[in-house]
Nanobody, 116 residues
Framework: QVQLVESGGGLVQPGGSLRLSCAAS????????MGWYRQAPGKQRELVAV???????NYADSVKGRFAISRDNAKNTVFLQMNSLKPEDTAVYYC??????????WGQGTQVTVSS
């Protein structure tokens, strides 16, 4: 079993920045990728960004050029730097971990609200 602890959400004005962190503990072996998804009210959960253990990132088109995902493999932590935030970025952001076997775990989510 793995535990994913997220932090860094909050309220920010449009154009502002936030940095999300997700630290994994417990069964942290054979991790293939870690990343972030988000779910806005009334919408399906969607991919924001993911990064493999090898460091290859993948972004949703809606956040390319504004968000940056990074990973500290030694600390089993993934970060999401979010810049130029827009109201449409408002959502609950969930950390996700995928094992080499394909198994997946989710964090409990952290609220990000972009509003003036």
């Amino acid at each position: 079993q793995v535990q994913l602890v997220e932090s860094g959400g909050g309220l920010v004005q449009p154009g502002g920045s936030l940095r999300l962190s997700c630290a994994a503990s417990g069964n942290i072996f054979s991790i293939y990728a870690m990343g972030w998804y988000r779910q806005a009210p009334g919408k399906q959960r969607e991919l924001v960004a993911v990064i493999t253990t090898g460091g290859r990132p993948n972004y949703a088109d809606s956040v390319k050029g504004r968000f940056a995902i990074s990973r500290d493999n030694a600390k089993n932590t993934v970060f999401l730097q979010m810049n130029s935030l827009k109201p449409e970025d408002t959502a609950v952001y969930y950390c996700n971990l995928v094992y080499n076997s394909g198994g997946s775990w989710w964090g409990q989510g952290t609220q990000v609200t972009v509003s003036s």
